[in-house]
């Protein structure tokens, strides 16, 4: 059974350009979270998605946009990036309506460079 | 006042002792709370979750929820070197989302 895959793993962007990263949740789960890990920080949620629709959102700017797909995969895309954009992108994702008992199942992650 | 927060540490335990981690949280509607490990370049994995006042036991590892102070902790038995890692508190808050606490690194000295 494949857990949460993200692609791609590494991803160096030039400052100002636009990234896409995707994300596969787990068998089964249909809500599935964007969260930015800085170095030596925790996980910032940036939004959850359920049911194709953005559900909930944390304090990121607009720049930080999402998707989620009828087979309940998931894009984070991120416009105009910037220098302190540069983190551990993790995607999460749980059973349905059971978030609150199970939590998230995390993906490996995708490695963002902006330089 | 940060939503979840923890002692960043380092902490720094012998093996075989008990490590203690704390966390505390604002939103006194958060109903469920977890604790994940996360080594050094991986991603979060779940340990432990707890939903009552009290303790719950998953074999070395003790998870303790004090609503009314607003605590969570994990006590780890016997702590072996493949403990060390960073350790996230996770708050599922009343706005039914998870929130994470900035980590405590945790070292197991031999």
């Known amino acids: 059974d494949a857990g949460v895959t993200q692609s791609p793993t590494h991803l160096i962007k030039t400052r100002g350009q636009q990234v896409t990263l995707r994300c596969s949740p787990k068998?089964?789960?249909?809500?599935v979270s964007w969260y930015q890990q800085a170095l030596g920080q925790g996980p910032q949620f940036i939004f959850q998605?359920?049911?194709?629709?953005?559900?909930q959102r944390g304090n990121f700017p607009d720049r930080f946009s999402g998707h989620q797909f009828p087979n309940y995969s998931s894009e984070l895309n991120v416009n105009a990036l910037l220098l302190g954009d540069s983190a551990l992108y993790l995607c999460?994702?749980?059973?349905?309506?059971?978030?609150?008992?199970?939590?998230?199942?995390f993906g490996s992650g995708t490695r963002l460079t902006v330089v | 006042q940060k939503e979840v927060e923890q002692n960043s540490g380092p902490l720094s335990v012998p093996e075989g002792a008990i490590a203690s981690l704390n966390c505390t949280y604002s939103?006194?509607?958060?109903?469920?709370f977890f604790w994940y490990r996360q080594y050094s370049g991986k991603s979060p994995e779940l340990i432990m979750s707890?939903?009552?006042?009290g303790d719950k036991e998953d074999g070395r590892f003790t998870a303790q929820l004090n609503k009314a102070s607003q605590y969570v902790s994990l006590l780890i038995r016997d702590s072996q070197p493949s403990d060390s890692a960073t350790y996230l508190c996770?708050?599922?808050?009343?706005?039914?989302?998870?929130?994470f606490g900035s980590g405590t690194r945790l070292s197991i000295r031999p």
């Open positions: 999460a994702s749980s059973p349905p309506g059971q978030l609150n008992i199970y939590g998230y199942t």
């Open positions: 068998s089964g789960h249909d809500t």
């Open positions: 998605y359920y049911e194709e629709e953005e559900r």
């Open positions: 939103d006194r509607g958060s109903q469920s």
């Open positions: 707890i939903y009552s006042n």
């Open positions: 996770a708050v599922y808050s009343s706005a039914s989302k998870i929130i």
